[in-house]
């Protein structure tokens, strides 16, 4: 039987956490597990001190088959993990290194019995959905479909951008704003709840629109089957806008239009048996906590 291969993922801006790199690893090798590693990363943890890289091999870019990939770090390097999986549908573990940490929710502490329930079999694993982007001009650099949020955004300090928005082929509104945020249900805890956006159970098989800063307060959020076709057309004073896909921002030009769609495959999520949705919500957003 072949043993189970691991591809690592990590920020590369965490040296003082070593000790949850270190516990990983020991507890990989105590399995038998194969490790691979970014190789950006790998460089990273060769630097930090006494950190056993023995028998752990390298990657780059996309180039890895593995069992289950592991994001090292919050909810941002789980975003990056996932566009470096993108149609392998290999599982992710999310260990959380951050703060809030929604999607990666293991914490450092339990890498290892979660390495073991894994080994075990006692984990589940969810699919969660992405928005994929294509444009009718200049094509987007680096990876087209997000975990979390699309966001059209202003380029200056100054103007607002003009958003023309169709779902369908059907005319909706031109929303005058700062922005404007298509997210999934896993996205409606991030850029879009900021704006005043609702809240979404993952796997609810809906994409969600929020305006950021708009000019009409008449304005709302507005929630749209997965199955839609949304069209944004944008125009801006400064002849261009910005594209942020999870965070990951581009320039487009003005007249470019965007056509956003549910992409055909979905990230898989590993969480541990026991881990409950609205219990994770209800402790990250505080909700009863009394911080008088």
Sequence with gaps: MQPLSFALFGNVYQQHKSAAIKELLGSLRQHGA????????????????????????????????????????????????????????TPIIGVNMGRLGFLADVSADAIGETIDALYRGDYSVEDRAL????????????????????????????????IRASINGEYLTTYQADGLIVSTPTGSTAYSLSNGGPIIVPRTGVMLMTAVAPHSLNVRPIV??????IEL????????????????SGKLPEGTTLRLTRAPYMVKVVKRSGTRYFTTLREKMMWGADVR
Excluded: W
């Design 34 to 89: 194969r490790i691979l590693i970014d190789e950006e990363y790998y460089d990273f943890l060769r630097c930090a001190e006494l950190i056993d890289l023995d028998k752990a091999e390298t990657f780059t870019g996309c180039d890895f088959e593995a069992d289950f990939a592991v994001s090292m770090g919050g909810d941002g390097t789980l975003l990056k993990t996932a566009s470096r999986v993108r149609q392998k549908q």
């Design 131 to 162: 928005i994929h982007v294509e444009t009718n001009g200049e094509p987007i650099e680096g990876y087209e479909c997000a975990l979390n949020d699309v966001s059209i955004l202003k380029r200056d300090s100054a103007s607002m951008i003009s």
């Design 224 to 229: 749209l089957p997965d199955t839609a076709q």
């Design 233 to 248: 057309t944008v125009s801006s004073r400064s002849h261009t806008f910005l594209v942020a896909i999870d965070g990951r």
